[in-house]
């Protein structure tokens, strides 16, 4: 089965930069993606990491290491509209290659 | 582009009552899913179709929950009866097709009460 875990809460300043890790455990799969989700809103697409390494994205990054089992979204020049739960999410390389997403990190960006 | 459609935006209803989510993807996505979200939690995966076909349906709670997809377009949710313990936003998404199913462009929800 797979378990992704991220922190529950981050806290930055506009203008920071600040990132969100998200370590698994998988027996396979097919890449990390990035979800945002605005309070009430709906999980908006914003990265994904088919292989190893950094994508880049306007102010957004993200990062995959197979190899650690990890990944991040790395996130510049905070705004406070970027106030909102992140969710990493993997595709199961299993028999259903559903998408499983974790636990979420709500980020606050305070003035 | 209209993104995925989801109605009713809030419900409540009393326990053993029946309810109903319609979900509409947007237009030439084959791929259609409905998860759940329970509050400070990730979405889960209810059910997935292909087309009109639910190729995906085994975290579904099939003694009360039932989904349909006709001519492979708009999609309905059904619970019945409900029970306390399905409060949640019942989130509806699609995908071009499942190749590129980690793209997956999501509804507003239906966020429900169940009292």
């Known amino acids: 089965g797979q378990s992704l875990e991220q922190p529950s809460e981050v806290t930055a300043v506009e203008g920071a930069i600040v990132q969100i890790n998200c370590t698994y455990q998988?027996?396979?799969?097919?890449?990390l993606s990035w979800y945002q989700q605005h309070d009430g809103g709906a999980p908006t697409f914003l990265s994904y990491?088919?292989?190893?390494g950094l994508e880049e994205t306007g102010r957004f990054s993200s990062f995959l290491s197979r190899s650690d089992s990890y990944g991040y979204l790395l996130l510049q020049e905070l705004q406070m509209k970027d106030s909102a739960s992140y969710f990493c999410?993997?595709?199961?390389?299993?028999?259903?290659?559903?998408?499983?997403f974790g636990t979420g990190t709500l980020l606050a960006v305070q003035p | 582009e209209a993104g995925v459609v989801q109605s009713p935006r809030y419900k409540i209803i009393e326990k053993k009552q029946p309810v109903a989510f319609w979900c509409n993807p947007i237009?030439?996505?084959?791929?259609l899913y409905w998860y759940r979200q329970n509050l400070g939690q990730g979405p889960e995966l209810l059910i997935r179709?292909?087309?009109?076909?639910?190729?995906?349906d085994s975290q579904l709670p099939k003694d009360r929950f039932s989904a349909e997809r006709l001519k492979g377009v708009d999609s309905t949710l059904k619970i019945q009866p409900a029970e306390l313990g399905d409060s949640a936003v019942y989130l509806c998404?699609?995908?071009?097709?499942?190749?590129?199913?980690?793209?997956?462009?999501f509804g507003a929800g239906t966020r429900l009460s169940v009292l």
């Open positions: 990491n088919a292989l190893d």
């Open positions: 179709y292909e087309n009109e076909e639910a190729v995906d």
């Open positions: 237009s030439g996505h084959n791929t």
């Open positions: 998404a699609s995908s071009v097709n499942r190749v590129s199913e980690n793209i997956q462009y």
């Open positions: 999410a993997v595709r199961d390389r299993g028999a259903t290659n559903k998408l499983i």
């Open positions: 998988t027996s396979g799969f097919y890449g």
